[in-house]
């Protein structure tokens, strides 16, 4: 029930497409969703997060789609550039619970082809 | 701030011996997490701490490692005798209030 199911595990998109990641969870107590971007020999960055108060959260190229009755979320990346190749982390936190401890999908490779 | 940091960035060691990772987070943060990196497994959560208290070790693979938190500034995680299983990269991450980690940029570490 702890478990955050990320899909796919890499991806390879085309300069100017979009990329979808997905993520499943169980915990119904879980009320925070980051994710990460993390480039090689760096450690994993936040790059946008969501709480299930809303359904979407858009920051520049990048939006979380939340659906709470599925408990699924996916990050849309918009305009793909080849920048962007990373490995993307998708979690979640029942920071209501005054759990800190993040629980980390297993992560998906981006390659941005030119 | 300069973030969180570790040392060394790189570590080499032979089978056996003791190894020890540092980590300093970023001031003020209460919480602070030790992370194991590998392809097959991902990210792991070893051990974090709350204001310097371990809250959950449980994710700590034997009795070889151990971690501490002294003071607010400083945790170290010891591995004791090292094995080539434990070659991976490892990370320290420190969080302050509600919100997202901040990760150190890690330690690789080889056991030959």
């Known amino acids: 029930q702890q478990q955050v199911k990320q899909s796919p595990q890499s991806l390879i998109v085309q300069k100017g497409g979009i990329s979808i990641i997905n993520c499943a969870y169980e915990n119904t107590a879980f009320d925070y969703f980051p994710w990460y971007q993390q480039f090689p020999g760096k450690g994993p960055a936040l790059l946008i997060a969501i709480r299930p108060d809303v359904s979407e959260k858009k920051e520049g190229r990048f939006t979380i789609s939340f659906n709470k009755s599925a408990k699924q979320f996916s990050l849309h990346i918009m305009d793909s550039q080849p920048g962007d190749s990373a490995t993307y982390f998708c979690?979640?936190?029942?920071?209501?619970?005054?759990?800190?401890?993040?629980?980390f999908g297993k992560g998906t490779k981006l390659s941005v082809k030119p | 701030d300069a973030g969180v940091i570790q040392s060394p960035r790189h570590e080499v060691t032979e089978m056996g011996q003791e190894v020890t990772l540092r980590c300093k987070p970023i001031?003020?943060?209460?919480?602070l997490f030790w992370y194991r990196q590998t392809m097959m497994r991902g990210l792991e959560l070893l051990i974090y701490f709350n204001n310097n208290v371990p809250i959950d070790d449980s994710g700590m693979p034997e009795d070889r490692f151990s971690a501490k938190m002294p003071n607010a500034s400083f945790s170290t995680l010891k591995i004791q005798p090292s094995e080539p299983r434990d070659s991976a990269v490892y990370f320290c991450a420190s969080k302050g209030g509600a919100g997202g980690y901040t990760f150190g940029s890690g330690t690789r570490l080889t056991v030959v």
């Open positions: 979690a979640a936190s029942n920071e209501g619970g005054s759990q800190g401890n993040l629980i």
């Open positions: 001031s003020g943060h209460d919480y």
